[in-house]
Structure formats: C-alpha cells, structure tokens
C-alpha cells in the first residue's frame, strides 16, 4: 500500500469514528433535505410534548402525538431505505409516493386523533378512517420489509394477520376471530397495537437517548472512548484485544446496534488484533463478542432497555441498575478468556509508541465524563429520564464547539441529522411493524391462553420452563432485531415465566439476553458473520469461536433469573456475597474455556481436557444460585466447587514451575 493510500484510508477510519457513519450511507439529493428538515421537526416536536412548552400555543393529547411523531419517521423510511435493501442513494419515483401517501395518511390520522378517542374507533370506526387505516397499514408493513429485513417482515405480516383466521388455528393457539375490515382499524386506532407501548416508550424516552448517542458518537466520543481503552489496557498481553473488549463496550451502549457496532470499532480494532498475533477467526469473535455485550451494557443499552422500563412501569434507572451485574459478569468472562488466550500463545501488547498517554486522553476528553456525570445525576438524582439526554446533548453540542478537531461545520452537522433520521427512522419502522403482533395477541385474546399452556408444559418444573424460555427466545432471536424480539417475547413468554414465580426484572433480562444470543450463535450468528468478513476468517468458525469467548452469555441468564441478587434485588449484603462469587466461578469457566489459569498457568498433557471439564464445573458451582435444585445452600456449594477447582489449579501451577510462561 501507498503512503498516500494509507493516508486515505487512515482518513477514512478517522471519518467513520467522528461522523458515526460510512459515506455509503449518505442520502443524496433532494432527499437528504427532506430527511434534515422531518428529522429537525420531529425532535421540535418532542421537546415541545415533553417540555410542555406549548410552542406556538401546541399542546397534543398523547394519541396525536404518537401518530404525527411515527407518521413523520415512517414516511421517512421510504426516503431512507431502497426498495431492494440497503440504506441511502436516491429514491425512485415510487419511493416518493410511498413517502406522499404515508404524510398524507398520518395528517388524517393526527387531525381525527381526538374522534378516534372519544368514538372508539378501534372497534366502530367511520367508512373513510377504514380506509384510511388500510393504506396506512400496508405502509406499515412495506417499511418493516424495508428496515427490518424479509425474516422480520414474514413474522409480523403473518401475526398481523392472524385475527382475521384465529379461529380456524387448532388449540392452543385458536383464539377470537375478526374480519379484514375489523382487524385493520383494531391495528391502527387501538392503543394496544401498533400506536402501543413500544411507540409511547419512543416517544417518550427511547428517542432523547437515541439522539445523545448519535451526538456523542459524532462529537468523538467514540474516538475518545477508543483511546481512553487504548491507554487502560492496550500495553498489557492481548492489549489489542482488551482494547475492543473497552471500546466495543461503550460504542454498544450508545449505538444499541450489534451491527453497527462491529463495522465501525471493527475497522479498527481487527486489524490491530491481528498485528499482534491473534488469529483471523478470534479477532472477529472478540469485536463479536464485545459489540453484543454493549447492547446490554448500562448506561444507555440502546432502545430496548426504555422498552423494558415502559413494559414493566418501571423508572429506567432501575432496568439499568440491575443490568449493570450480568454485564459485568459477562465482559469479566469476556476479559479473563482474552488474558488466558493472549498468555497461552505468548501474545504481548502492543508498542508503546503506538499508545495514546492516558494524561493526554483524559485532558482532552474531559467533556465527555462530565457531560456523562451530567446524564447520571439527572437520571439518578433527580429521577428526571425523558429530560436528562436533552440537556446532556445540549451540553455537548456546546462543549463540542469550543474543540477545533471535533467541532461541527456545516457539512459534518448535516451528516449528524441525518445519521440521527436515519436511525430514528429505522426504529420507527421496526416499532410500528412489531405493534402489530402485540395488537394480534390483544385482538384474539392469545396471549393468556399461551402461558397457559407453556405453563402446563412445563409441569411447574422452573428449570423446564426456563430452557422452554431460552430456546424460544434464542429461535426468534434468530429472525428480529433486538427490540422486536424482546417487545414479542416480552408478550408472549414474560407472562409464563413469571406465573412460575420467577422475578419480573429478571424475566424480562433473562429473555433480553437469550434474544441477544443468536448474534453469536450459528447458523445465524449475524455479529460474528460480519466481523468475520472484515477479519477474512471462515464464519462458521468464527461463529463457534464466538459461541466459546462468549460464553457466559448462556448460563448468566440462569443465574440472576434464578437468584435475583445477581441484579440487584436483594439485601446488600446478599448481593456483595452472590457477586463475589459469581465473579470467582466466572473467572473459573474461563479460564476452562481457554485451558490457561490466569495468574496461574497453563493446563496441559494428556489430562487436560478432563481438567478443564472439572475447572468448568468447579466454576458453574461456584457461581451458581441458591435454588431447589442447590438445596444444601451456598456454603456447600461453594466448597464442592472450590474442591473441583483445586486440583487443576494445583496442576497448573506445577506446569508453571517446570515449564515458565509469560504469565
């Protein structure tokens, strides 16, 4: 490669980590306007409703609201995303009457808002809004497709059409049946379908933390955070590594997209992998693996979580205070396998030339901690979650212009709004499209007569009902993004669960995070394929290799939804003394995963694998909750594991004594 070739593509890197963006996503034309002046309204509009600020005498009953924030965003959609897939370029001629037709739509349904509540439109609505919502309901779909990909779309058509021959389905899943003509409108003017609890968790709190990570990400946040894992961890063994595990988890958390995530830290961080001395495929599972743990890492956790917290009327600090313990569990794991990795193969870290000087990272990104000190009091402290990312994001944007290399001209602004539209958009869709299996399942009256029945499968075994649970999650996983299969999942197994007397917060993590594990489980395995494909390693194998640093992800659920201490639902002293042993467990199935005891030394001969059988076990115990199944308690459980772990460990420290490694 050139120096000027290399200079290009370093541009290029820097470019994606300030922007947010690639430029092949960039909408051309007149299009892009469309998509900065709807975006620009659209956040108006929202800080109007959530302020109250009653601009230009505004004020909205909630049901307006909605359909003038979604309307604005789905027709959007049609501008943003191509008829045949993929994002930007620009739109045919059909793109621009689908986006006609869905603002003409959206103004009838905002301008009838207040009849459509007083007359129950729902269930009796005139002639003219049956039709109304008829076209607006196959706009719904068409963006779905669009947005969510044709897996997504087949699931949620054939749910929304589902009342019109529930009754024709054979128990358990027959329920009340309606005509076309009656289930449309249901969708439509219901607040239990498309215009229901995901579409009020967007348009009262999803959408303020979507906006501060899009700014954050597109101020240098990402570069900052980059950095700051850069100078932490990057000299130690595997730094590399532990460089993507830091960044990938803070880039996760303010993205919320597995995807995005990998293609963006990925561009950097597989390539310095590689450098030193990792191998293609475990390049691509680290960055695989750490992107999916963001999008369950607090603070933000993406828009899943202000779901969750609409689901279960709860505040979102909560959601994100007991998320915190499992992430921690899980990049622990995820760190401890990359440590054991890294001393096994003698891998060392990288130069220290090649390393920012934490001092300097720090002084120039002290905006971001404070602006994050910010978010937090005002989540925290002061309880107020709608408000705090705006006032965040105006504090950045500020702070943002009084540094020369980050600071927002006219070009990079532009780029910002519409990365922000295009990801407000994308949801949007997505949210609209996934209404309409939670109104299918109101309509018909489904969703009792299932957890019924998963209940009586079950045999009121807990254990039974939780891998009925983890295997349905993980299917649906396989075909949604990860707020559709929570909102479907949370409708139609949460209830299940929870009627086997298993703790609501944990239910909906416990489902949260087997909906995460087909992102790097084949033959799905969406996070790993792409990282693969920037690695140039095989993706089945990168898949299983992913599946092995990863894997803690499978069996942490098990251990919070069956001991809520691991969340924190529990006497402080309870969740010091879970934690520490979860920890240690965890430390444990690592280090069997990769046949190396940190701080220890390796496992190997002819014994080893047997050795990292009893290590795995040892750590499973350890780590394990106190539950019907463990009935002699923690005590005992503890010591049985420790007794499991000893003999390996003693092993391996012999194997150090004879044969020193860089441990």
Not at 20 to 42: D, F, K, N, Y
Not at 349 to 372: A, H, N, Q, S, T
Not at 477 to 490: H, P, Q, R, S
Request: glycine residues 10%; hydrophobic residues 55%; neutral net charge.
């Amino acid at each position: 490669m050139t120096e000027q070739n290399k200079n290009t593509a370093t541009k290029a890197v820097e470019e994606v980590a300030i922007d947010g963006e690639t430029p092949a996503e960039r909408i051309t034309g007149p299009a892009r306007w469309v998509v900065i002046t709807g975006t620009l309204l659209s956040l108006v509009l929202v800080v109007n409703q959530l302020f109250n600020t009653q601009l230009f005498g505004l004020v909205l009953i909630e049901g307006r609201y909605l359909y003038l924030l979604g309307g604005i965003f789905l027709a959007l959609t049609f501008l943003i995303f191509q008829m045949r897939g993929g994002k930007g370029g620009r739109p045919s001629l059909l793109d621009w009457a689908f986006f006609a037709a869905s603002l003409a739509s959206t103004w009838y349904l905002t301008q009838t808002a207040q009849a459509n509540l007083s007359q129950g439109w729902e269930y009796a609505a005139p002639e003219t809004a049956q039709y109304v919502s008829v076209v607006f309901f196959f706009l719904i779909l068409e963006a779905t497709r669009r947005a969510g990909g044709l897996i997504l779309f087949l699931i949620v058509t054939l749910f929304a059409f589902y009342p019109t021959f529930a009754g024709h389905v054979p128990d358990p899943f027959s329920g009340f049946q309606s005509t076309f003509m009656q289930t449309v409108p249901y969708h439509i003017y219901s607040a239990e379908s498309s215009f229901g609890i995901p579409m009020k968790a967007f348009g009262g709190v999803v959408i303020g933390f979507i906006l501060f990570g899009a700014v954050l990400q597109r101020t240098g946040g990402g570069q900052f955070f980059n950095d700051l894992a850069l100078g932490l961890v990057g000299g130690y063994r595997g730094g590399a590594a532990k460089v993507s595990i830091f960044a990938s988890g803070f880039m996760g958390s303010m993205s919320g997209s597995v995807i995005s995530n990998v293609l963006t830290t990925g561009a950097v961080s597989i390539p310095a992998m590689r450098k030193t001395g990792f191998s293609a495929k475990t390049a691509a599972a680290t960055e695989a693996c750490a992107s999916t743990g963001g999008v369950l890492m607090p603070p933000i956790m993406g828009a899943t979580a202000f779901v969750m917290a609409s689901f279960l009327s709860r505040p979102y600090v909560e959601i994100a205070l007991a998320a915190a313990i499992p992430s921690i569990l899980y990049y622990w794991s995820l760190f401890a396998q990359i440590d054991a990795y890294s001393a096994r193969r003698g891998l060392r870290g990288l130069p220290k030339p090649d390393l920012p000087r934490l001092k300097e990272v720090m002084i120039e990104g002290w905006p971001y901690i404070f602006v994050f000190a910010l978010l937090l009091y005002m989540m925290i402290g002061l309880r107020k979650e709608s408000s705090a990312p705006f006032y965040a994001t105006v504090l950045l944007l500020i702070v943002n212009q009084f540094r020369a290399r980050f600071r927002l001209n006219g070009q990079r602004l532009g780029n910002m709004i519409v990365g922000v539209g295009m990801g407000l958009a994308e949801l949007t869709a997505i949210l609209l499209g996934v209404g309409l299996i939670v109104g299918s399942f109101s309509a018909t009256g489904l969703a009792g007569t299932l957890v019924n029945e998963l209940v009586f499968l079950a045999g009121d075994n807990t254990l039974v009902l939780l891998l009925m649970g983890a295997l349905t999650a993980f299917i649906f996983g396989m075909g949604m993004t990860v707020t559709a299969c929570y909102i479907f999942l949370a409708v139609v197994l949460a209830p299940a669960l929870e009627a086997g007397g298993l703790n609501q917060l944990a239910v909906h993590l416990f489902i949260l995070y087997w909906g995460m594990v087909s992102y790097i489980t084949p033959p799905v395995a969406l996070g790993a394929f792409a990282a693969s494909t920037m690695a140039g390693s095989n993706p089945i194998a990168t898949g299983f290799e992913a599946m092995r640093l990863g894997g803690v992800i499978y069996i942490a659920p098990f251990f919070f939804v069956l001991n809520p201490a691991l969340i924190g639902q529990a006497p402080a002293w309870e969740v010091t003394v879970a934690l520490s042993c979860a920890l240690i467990g965890v430390a444990m199935i690592a280090s069997a995963l990769q046949g190396y005891i940190s701080l220890i030394g390796p496992l190997r001969g002819k014994f080893e694998l047997p050795l990292r059988v009893l290590l795995f076990f040892g750590g499973v115990l350890i780590a394990a909750p106190h539950t019907e199944l463990l009935d002699w308690g923690y005590s005992l459980s503890f010591i049985v594991g420790a007794a499991l772990c000893a003999l390996p460990i003693l092993l391996a420290w012999r194997a150090r004594q004879t044969e020193p490694t860089t441990a």
